[in-house]
């Protein structure tokens, strides 16, 4: 893959905006709490039962393009006693430091995920005492670049136990050879037998954020269980979802949504 591919998808990252990413991915209809046939409800489901199997655990959990997000670690916190959040974008990085400090009452409501996750997860845990947990692991929100052999720099002395990422690779990859090369990078940062839990779009070439318009390789199930036996993970499991048409709301071409949780062998 030429470089020039990994610069244009850098360049067109200066536009992203997380808010209105988060307006077209993280409010109805897509965040829509009344069933699991919704997307975000999904996502919410496949973490949580990943990690009630209680094998996922350890010291660190690095989230590999944490984006503007937060509820891919609701579930995750339980189970580390420290989660690092990552982006490229600054942008990004002010959006989850601002969600921290919760003193901006412009800042996104996570409240619905978190006690949407504490009702599945079944515990009876006070919403409010998760967010607290999840603000307090979180200490740690680094700069990223996957397309880097050493995506991190130098920011992290030992690998982690566990990986996340949502949404990233297939969206800041050109094609196939750099996400498989994105996808090794990051395998880096993870130590021998570590899980890697990811989500990510099916079958879909773009996404909108505000004024920039993001290329995405497009991506089947094979192509993804493939990439990742081809970096030396064994799939522990695999999840899909069809996006339904009351979903398809001109803000991407996604068709589906994967999740897979793998393990690195060696
Ligand atoms: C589609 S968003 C996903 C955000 C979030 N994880 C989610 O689940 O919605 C893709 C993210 O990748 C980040 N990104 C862009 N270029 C990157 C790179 N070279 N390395 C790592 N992350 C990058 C973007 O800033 C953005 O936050």
């Not at 929100?141 to 995506?151: E, N, S």
């Not at 001109?250 to 949780?261: A, K, R, S, T």
Request: net charge neutral; aromatic share 10%.
């Amino acid at each position: 893959m030429s470089a020039n591919g990994i610069a244009a998808v850098a360049e067109s990252y200066q536009k992203f905006n997380p808010r209105a990413y988060l307006q077209n991915n993280y409010m109805p209809p897509r965040a829509n709490f009344a069933s699991e046939e919704f997307a975000v409800p999904w996502k919410l489901r496949c973490l949580a039962d990943a990690f009630a199997t209680g094998e996922i655990c350890g010291r660190t959990l690095i989230d590999i393009g944490t984006g503007p997000t937060i509820y891919q670690l609701l579930s995750a916190c339980d189970y580390f006693e420290e989660i690092v959040a990552t982006d490229y974008l600054e942008v990004n990085r002010a959006e989850i430091k601002n969600w921290l400090l919760g003193e901006d009452s412009s800042c996104f409501d996570w409240s619905p995920y978190i006690q949407y996750t504490c009702k599945i997860e079944g515990n009876g845990e006070p919403w409010k005492e998760k967010e607290q947990k999840l603000k307090k692991k979180l200490r740690r929100i680094l700069p990223i670049d996957v397309h880097q052999a050493k995506p991190l720099g130098s920011s992290l002395s030992q690998p982690a136990d566990a990986l996340v990422s949502a949404f990233c690779l297939e969206a800041v990859s050109p094609d196939r050879p750099s996400f498989d090369r994105a996808l090794r990078n990051v395998t880096t940062l993870l130590k021998p037998g570590g899980h890697f839990l990811m989500i990510g779009a099916l079958d879909e070439s773009f996404y909108l954020a505000g004024e920039a318009k993001l290329s995405v390789v497009p991506v089947s199930e094979a192509d993804v269980k493939e990439s990742f036996a081809k970096s030396g993970y064994r799939t522990r499991s695999f999840r899909s979802y069809v996006m339904p048409p009351s979903l398809k709301i001109g803000v991407d071409d996604v068709q589906g949504i994967f999740f897979i949780h793998a393990q690195k062998t060696a």
